[in-house]
């Protein structure tokens, strides 16, 4: 925390200002001076006392009060000083006419319709493959530090030529609904510069709720509502499906392009597919649905019928607030 680090850092010094000063020539009352430091260390000690006790019992009961039902993280010991994690949810393809992504990605970067026709090449001409996730992240951790699980979802825009280099593929991701209250993730989510909206979600604690007694097998729910009332809102119903319009080579290159907002700095989120919680029976499952949503940088909301993607779960590595230029040539893939 940001108070307790200090603190610590008032408690490191502490004694040292308290020799340089008892030690001054024109500190003549040397016993008050002692009293004065002796009571501002103890107060110190204190305050720190506090910060540390209470901001664990904090996380802790937000712990206790989501529990999930993902897999652990199954990496973390093999990436002891990187940001690792379990991400699971729904992620699905929206259609927009490629006129419309000209509308809403800023004009200055261009679309690279050559290397999405390339993994699709029967996708229907005039039109781009916007993408929405709606996932939830599990067991994040870095040096051994271990944040509470939050939710997450949000449309963004893949195939984005940040570099005008026309071949490195980049995502766009203007804004995100997350965990209200959870300021770790908001305020990571806002250094790239997203319009983030807290939010409550349905399931809390979970990528989606499964939905009983549907006609269709393996029917689930999800749902975001931001905490300022019209604000912002998504929800997906998707279903189990036999049919793969997209494959899975598809999903691996967008996910792992590297993400921006502002482009001040970019996201390296590296979703890996090998490991047990994605190659375990039923790890990568097809569904197709339906997503509503009300989200910047849609002027009013919006409805997507028919929507096909893939319901998993994925370890990741990320590597956080990297130049964006760094980034060319990469091909997005794990």
């Not at 603190?7 to 308290?18: E, G, K, N, S, T």
């Not at 419309?100 to 999405?116: D, K, S």
């Not at 039109?127 to 979802?153: K, N, S, W």
């Not at 997209?246 to 907002?261: I, M, R, S, Y």
Request: glycine share 6%; aromatic share 14%.
């Amino acid at each position: 925390m940001f108070s307790q680090t200090y603190l610590d850092v008032a408690l490191l010094c502490h004694p040292i200002f308290a020799i340089i000063s008892l030690r001054h020539p024109k500190m003549q009352v040397k016993h008050s001076v002692l009293h004065y430091f002796l009571f501002s260390f103890g107060s110190l000690l204190v305050l720190r006392y506090a910060f540390s006790s209470y901001f664990p019992m904090a996380a802790e009961r937000h712990v206790q009060s989501c529990t999930s039902v993902d897999q652990p993280n199954p990496i973390a010991s093999l990436y002891p000083n990187n940001a690792t994690g379990v991400l699971n949810g729904t992620v699905a393809v929206l259609p927009i006419s490629l006129k419309l992504a000209r509308q809403l990605i800023p004009p200055q970067y261009g679309i690279l319709e050559h290397v999405y026709r390339s993994l699709l090449p029967d996708f229907p001409r005039g039109m781009y493959p916007a993408i929405v996730q709606a996932v939830h992240d599990h067991e994040v951790q870095a040096f051994g530090y271990l944040i509470p699980d939050f939710t997450r979802t949000g449309i963004e825009f893949p195939f984005v030529d940040l570099l005008n280099d026309n071949q490195t593929s980049f995502k766009w991701a203007p804004s995100l609904l997350m965990t209200a209250g959870h300021d770790i993730a908001l305020n990571g989510a806002i250094e790239y510069g997203t319009k983030v909206f807290p939010a409550a979600f349905e399931p809390q604690c979970d990528a989606y709720r499964v939905v009983p007694n549907s006609k269709r097998p393996g029917t689930s729910y999800f749902g975001a509502r931001s905490a300022e009332a019209g604000a912002a809102s998504l929800t997906t119903l998707f279903s189990s499906t036999e049919k793969e319009i997209f494959p899975l080579d598809f999903f691996k290159n967008f996910t792992n392009q590297p993400t921006f907002a502002d482009a001040k700095t970019c996201d390296n989120m590296i979703r890996l597919f090998n490991t047990s919680v994605t190659t375990s029976p039923n790890g990568i499952e097809p569904v197709k649905g339906t997503v509503r949503a009300h989200l910047y940088p849609f002027s009013e909301e919006r409805e997507w019928k028919s929507v096909y993607g893939l319901r998993f779960a994925s370890a990741f590595v990320e590597n956080n607030y990297l130049p964006c230029e760094s980034f060319r040539g990469y091909d997005g893939h794990e």
